[in-house]
């Protein structure tokens, strides 16, 4: 089979690394500053980490799926990751999208009148703070908000953008975010690698938490 030749529509006159960097920056920044804020104890903000804890001491099964999920992303992360963003639209032997989703034919993917997607996005992730933040002001030691963030952020970054690609050859205007690392390897190889890095401690931190700290 003959290799298709990616392109990477944009948005906004903006390429897709471009929306790749910010999108996955403002997730990353959601859930990067409440794990900086528990370390330092400066507020009580819900972490991504105390919330998936939380849910795996009320159903040990948890643990099981958070594992499930590593090895899953594991599995698709490495051929993004090997693989130049900008020259294949074959990844891994799976036909994919020109940011990395997979889809029965990449050809008949459309990338145009998906800008709107980007502000939904960043709306409901908006929304999303806001009623976490305002959930733990309001009933302390609440994980509602928090299942009610992170999830959004599940379905609009990751969900939605899956789906919208497989089923109905539509393509929101952010690669994934192994692609979005793949395209930063290139420009600043040493930043992707703490990047990956600290995305690896932060996934054994979800599947063994608390680790690394020790409960007596």
Known sequence: MTEAVAVTPGAGGRSAEFWGY???GLAGAVI????LIAVFRVADLPTISATIGHLETQHSWVRLVVVFVIVVLAYYAVPQLITNPEQSGVVGGRQVTANGRMTPDPGAVRYRGMGGYLVAAIATLVLGVGFAVGARVMYPGTYAGAYVLYGAIAVMW????????AFRAREVP???LFRTVGYLERRAHPLAAVLLALLVILLLHLAFYPWPRVVS
């Not at 990751?158 to 690609?165: E, H, W």
């Open 22 to 24: 910010l999108m996955w």
């Open 32 to 35: 990067l500053v409440p794990e």
């Open 158 to 165: 990751v969900v939605v953008p899956s789906l919208l690609a």
């Open 174 to 176: 952010f690669p994934t």
